[in-house]
């Protein structure tokens, strides 16, 4: 193996330790601040687990984003659409639905990610979700 060869994949490993680290500390700490919201999706024994996001308000609607690999909770959101959501003074219960085509596009034209970002989570690809108060 060559020289040239081994130090290119000791940057990509390297990268990808970094990915997983900024990724791992994330999900761990799940910082909260004015412009996040909390979702709890709750698996088939309905046993809940919250997990911190993002909110996106765009034309009346409520939305977030799938930006990261960890997404566990986006898998049990599409298992049971059903979710509570806490944020602000809002505490309710929400149903949950995938946005795609080009109302995903939209979204992400309003809300775009910045380079730094996407080099820090690596590149994942990136997913919406509307988020409706049940009546």
């Known amino acids: 193996m060559s020289k040239t060869l081994k130090i290119v994949l000791i940057l990509i490993g390297l990268y ?17 601040n004015e412009a996040t919201l909390v979702v709890t999706t709750f698996d088939s024994a309905d046993v809940g687990a919250d997990r911190v996001l993002v909110r996106i308000e765009h034309e009346g609607e409520l ?12 898998d049990r959101l599409l298992e049971n659409d ?3 959501v ?24 309003v809300r775009p990610l910045s380079l730094g970002f996407r080099i820090l989570t690596g590149f994942p690809p990136r997913y919406f979700v509307r988020l409706t108060p049940n009546t």
């Open 16 to 32: 990808a330790a970094s990915v997983a680290l900024f990724e791992s500390l994330l999900g761990y700490f799940q910082p909260e």
């Open 86 to 109: 806490r944020y602000d003074d809002v505490d309710g219960r929400y149903t949950a639905a995938e946005v795609s085509g080009t109302a995903a596009a939209e979204l992400d034209a």
């Open 63 to 74: 939305f977030v984003a799938v930006n990261h690999w960890p997404r566990q909770w986006y």
């Open 82 to 84: 059903q979710v509570r």
